[in-house]
């Protein structure tokens, strides 16, 4: 039995969590966009087999960032390393946190209290913002979570943990369970998604709306991504999943 085979025997016997979203057209999405359309075109009854035809936009459910998605003349998602959708696992959960307060910001100084807890957080790494928003992911009204003002109140990343987690960590990609990088707090007052164009410059990726990251453990974990091959694309729906340690 080679390292591989006996690597796959591993990983099988560990926990697997699903952390993308069912998609359709009644799911939460960025407004300026529109919802999922689908059509039926053939049936087993009718024509011996079954296809169907999807209309979304590329950032639609659980997707990926490519640099291009911000970043004219950059990577696009069949251009990204494919090493890179296999990668080490690092969970910063900030759900209590975010509970008390809608529009949180993780900080540099919520990343210097988990490296006390756990130590530095490694190169290369794949690191989640657990806020537990997905939790919301059934009812639209409450993840927008817009108020009377029209002012929507999501939390996200502030820039300064985004340029630590690159300058300082080298970490290899993020993600987090909101449709934005940035809080729409931190959005409305810096006049645009600041943090998000920043990762995306570095010729970096992102995985938005991700679902179950409050389940997983701080250190430990793997993610392996799921990326359609499109020529060109900004972005596309993925499927994500965690392979945490059993116990």
Not at 161 to 185: C, M, P, W, Y
Request: hydrophobic share 35%; aromatic share 10%.
């Amino acid at each position: 039995m080679s390292d591989i085979t006996k690597s796959i025997e591993l990983l099988k016997n560990q926990k697997w969590v699903d952390l993308s979203h069912n998609i359709h057209e009644g799911i939460p999405y960025f407004q300026s966009f529109r919802p999922m359309k689908e059509e039926t075109l053939m049936t087993v009854k009718e024509n011996g087999f079954f296809a169907k035809e999807y209309q979304l936009v590329t950032q639609y459910g659980t997707h990926i960032d490519a640099p291009i998605h911000f970043v004219e003349d950059s990577l696009s998602v069949d251009q990204l390393p494919i090493k890179n959708f296999l990668l080490p696992l690092i969970v910063i959960n900030k759900e209590k946190e975010v509970i008390k307060n809608s529009d949180y910001s993780l900080t540099v100084k919520d990343i210097n209290n988990f490296e006390d807890e756990y130590g530095i957080i490694p190169e290369n790494s794949f690191v989640a913002f657990a806020s537990g928003w997905s939790k919301r992911w059934n009812n639209p009204t409450s993840f927008y979570n817009t108020g009377s003002d029209g002012q929507a109140h999501t939390p996200g990343w502030s820039i300064g943990a985004l340029q630590f987690l690159h300058e300082k960590r080298n970490v290899t990609a993020i993600g987090h369970e909101t449709l934005d990088t940035d809080s729409a707090i931190d959005c409305k007052k810096n006049s645009g998604l600041i943090g998000e164009l920043y990762w995306l410059q570095q010729e970096k990726f992102q995985i938005e709306v991700l679902n179950h990251l409050t389940e997983l453990p701080a250190i430990g974990g793997a993610i392996s991504i799921g990326v359609p091959k499109v020529e060109g694309a900004p972005g596309f729906n993925v499927r994500a999943i965690a392979i945490v340690p059993k116990n």
